[in-house]
């Protein structure tokens, strides 16, 4: 028997989500070993309140990973839309819950119960029946910072330093440095041991300077995706979010370089549409040891999201193993 293909995925929030989803679709006709790797430095909405109220680490990332890798019965589905349930209603009116994903809870509480989120996002996963494992980069908690030019009309090379995740994710400016806080956390070490043992290593899509680059700033992660035997594939954007506005997709490409220099990369995989003229996307691939491999993987109506069906089509051919 073969045995599964061990896949190891990076991000946070949606574009995480996104990939995990389009993996899944590749069960069909490659069996797969999954781990999720996500960002700890979400600081804004239900995360951010649970955060600063109760320590620990911000679940709602966590919380969107594990639901999107939860199984697609009656039972599992219907846990996962539980736990993706946001109570509404006006804060000032309806109360402490108002604006909290019952799964932040959930997760919350779990942590608190178990005493290590690790355990507690095994023990959710098992719930949800999750074809996969989702583990964060660091059991602790970690600021993201941000230094940026362009926020002063009066000098707009004035650099300013902008802090905390929420605020770097809708900054106006443009992002010349990137860093941790503290600056180098410990990692995860079981997020360290599925970097060792993976066969493939995936990066993006998300948000470039928020959910992906945060990795290759965790000194010990990055030390083990460098070592890693694996063969790395990164899934670039289909459009500039807030915090990389102006910045091409080979700048996405050439900031993998400029936060962790040793990073070698297999496969660019990029939309056909969004890559436009491939040249100095393929040009900014081969700077990292990659070859350019377009496909049209966007929801045909035209939103800049990724169709879970045509991204895992595009990614099957890349994690075949080779004979």
Known sequence: MTA????????????????????????????????????????????????????????????????????????????????????????????????????NLVLCGLTELLGDPVAALDHLAVL???????????????????????????????????????????????????RLAPPAPPACAEAVAAVAAADHLIFGPGSWYTSVLPHLLVPELAAAIVASPARRIVTLNLAADTETAGLSL????????HYLPPLRVDTVLADTRAVGDPGSVAGAAESLGARLVTAPVAVADGDPRHDPAALGAALVPLLVPAR
């Open 250 to 257: 080979a700048g996405h490409l050439a900031a993998l370089r």
């Open 4 to 103: 599964p293909v061990r896949v190891v995925a990076f991000g946070g929030g949606h574009g995480l989500s996104a990939a995990l989803r389009a993996l899944r679709t590749c069960a069909a006709k490659i069996e797969l070993d999954l781990t999720a790797v996500v960002t700890v430095g979400d600081d804004g909405g239900s995360s951010g309140r649970l955060r600063l109220e109760r320590g620990g680490l911000p679940p709602g990332d966590l919380r969107k990973a594990l639901t999107a890798l939860a199984a697609d019965d009656p039972d599992s589905a219907r846990t996962a839309a539980l736990l993706q349930h946001r109570y509404g209603g006006d804060p000032a009116a309806d109360g402490p819950l108002t604006g909290h994903a019952v799964g």
């Open 128 to 178: 949800l029946r999750a074809r996969g494992r989702v583990l964060p980069m660091s059991r602790e908690p970690v600021g993201i910072e941000a230094d940026v030019v362009g926020l002063d009309a009066a000098d707009p090379t004035a650099v300013a330093t902008v802090r905390g995740q929420h605020a770097v994710a809708v900054t106006p400016g443009r992002v010349v440095a990137l």
